[in-house]
């Protein structure tokens, strides 16, 4: 990946990619809770944010994957 695609993100979008980045090997499903607890962001944030990374051409795919107590995305490496 080029780091001029990075730049394009906020600094909130580029925390949560490389948190994904980061557990993506050992994990496949992410709350949206849960990964606004480990970054200090609320569930909101992290939703609208990941929903923008879903758009970008990264080395994740990210597909929105459930609803209960918070969004569930399902990350791919």
């Known amino acids: 990946m080029s780091t001029a695609v990075t730049t394009d993100l906020t600094g909130k979008q580029r925390q949560i990619l490389q948190y994904l980045r980061r557990n993506a090997g050992t994990k496949t499903y ?3 809770r849960l990964i ?3 970054l200090g962001m609320t569930a909101k944030e992290v939703g609208s944010n990941i929903a923008a990374l879903q758009d970008g051409d990264y080395d994740v795919e990210i ?3 459930g609803y209960s107590s918070s969004t569930t995305w399902k990350v791919i490496t």
């Open 30 to 32: 992410f709350k949206s």
């Open 36 to 38: 606004g607890k480990e």
């Open 63 to 65: 597909e929105k994957w």
